[in-house]
């Protein structure tokens, strides 16, 4: 039999607890490889259509943020403010306007809606958090569209009170405080005039946990410009404790907390052959530390791809607890949210070799596994299981070692 695996995002199915990917026989028979999917909370996704769905406990994720499939894997984390989309008195505020319940709008079932007084310098709405936030890293988002007016400006209280002009003719920031300057700041196009804003960055005082304050103005150079019969929407309203911005984490009255993915156990050793093949992945990640690995029984045999902490990329083939294949590049640094193909061809009495992006990067004599496990799972984590990967996954696969690297 054909020894490879594939678990590929666009054509993935499984029911709680478990995920498909697929093995092809020699006479062309796809046959099921099922590996085991946990995660403790429901959690969300974007679908096809450009909607926000949940999934169940213990369901993968197939996200289309990026416009494809995507299998999502995600660490815990809290929304830590407690009306993410729901108006509450005491939570969503306002000054210079009126503020209230806007219903359902443009397929978001529940928005905040904000519209500006006549004649008031002083326009903002923003929401409160349920507690002090301690100086660390934070990222905050939200869904907002804005209505009758050119210029808006954001306020940061976590940054110290800084301001942010955003252009909304242009969709460029055209003006910002030197607290910015160390923040990572992203504003995507949604349809329908809605834009997300997501700031990621490391808190510069301790003050009361808050989203980012929009205000509406008529200027580019001032926040505090009156703008008559100006409205602002917004929905999602999400503050985390992490250095980069994950999936909507609705909220109804109290925070919330989305548990960790995980992905394991795909794969036998009858479909996977230990002296030789090829190793392909496609994905990008979320943060600098994380691990793909291809194991046998124990964690001292595999084929592993490894994101460290630095951002460089390593490729390694042990047995028996040696390195029998082992390459680290400094030059081929993979960048966090960047889509890459990394591929790693090993046959016994031959060189190994690595691929990034098509381009073969290192090759290496690839000695021997006698005696050593057969190489049999993959794994979305470090060789113990301690470190998971998390980021996004369109294909991982494990082929034939005379499979066309070019077509991959």
């Known amino acids: 039999m054909a020894k490879n695996l594939s678990i590929v995002a666009e054509g993935i199915s499984g029911d709680e607890g478990k995920l498909l990917g697929y093995n092809v026989t020699d006479n062309g028979i796809y046959t099921p490889a099922i590996g085991d999917v946990a995660r403790d909370t429901t959690a969300t996704y974007v679908a096809q259509d450009g909607t926000i769905k949940t999934a169940q406990p213990n369901v993968a994720r197939v996200d289309y943020t990026n416009g494809v499939a995507e299998l999502l894997l995600e660490p815990e984390s809290t929304n830590l403010i407690p009306y993410s989309e729901k108006f509450n008195s005491s939570k969503w505020l306002s000054q210079g306007g009126t503020i209230s319940d806007g219903g359902s709008l443009d397929g978001y079932n529940s928005v905040i809606k904000y519209v500006s007084d006549e004649g008031s310098n002083f326009q903002q709405i923003y929401s409160l958090g349920s507690q002090q936030a301690p100086i660390g890293a934070y990222s905050q988002s939200t869904m907002f569209k804005a209505v009758g007016f050119s210029y808006l400006w954001i306020k940061n209280d976590l940054l110290d009170s800084a301001f942010l002009c955003y252009d909304l003719i242009n969709k460029t920031i055209i003006s910002q405080d030197s607290n910015y300057d160390s923040a990572n700041i992203k504003f995507t196009e949604k349809p ?97 530390v994380g691990y793909l690995n ?89 060789p113990n299981g301690s470190t998971a990967f998390y980021g996004r996954v369109r294909q991982v696969k494990h082929l034939p070692y005379n499979t066309d690297i070019t077509t991959l």
Request: hydrophobic share 35%; proline share 3%; glycine share 6%.
């Open 294 to 382: 291809l194991v046998g029984e124990t964690t001292n045999d595999k084929v592993q791809y490894n994101l460290q902490s630095n951002g460089y990329l390593q490729y390694r083939i042990s047995t028996g607890g040696v390195s029998v294949y082992s390459y680290q590049s400094s030059d081929y640094r993979m960048q966090v949210n960047e889509n890459i193909k990394i591929a790693i061809k090993y046959k016994v009495g031959s060189t190994a070799q690595a691929y990034y992006n098509g381009i073969e990067i290192n090759s290496d004599i690839f000695d021997s596994v006698a005696g050593s496990t057969p190489l049999k799972e993959f794994k979305f984590a470090s």
């Open 192 to 288: 329908n005039g809605w834009i997300k804003l997501e700031i990621s960055f490391t808190s510069l005082k301790v003050t009361d946990l808050i989203l980012p304050q929009l205000y509406v103005s008529a200027s580019s150079s001032s926040p505090f410009e009156n703008v008559n019969s100006a409205t602002i929407y917004e929905t999602m309203a999400q503050v985390e404790q992490l250095t980069y911005p994950t999936s909507y984490i609705p909220t109804n009255g109290a925070i919330a907390t989305r548990g960790a993915d995980s992905m394991t156990n795909f794969g036998s050793e009858q479909i996977i052959d230990s002296e030789s093949g090829i190793l392909f992945f496609e994905g990008s990640k979320s943060t600098d």
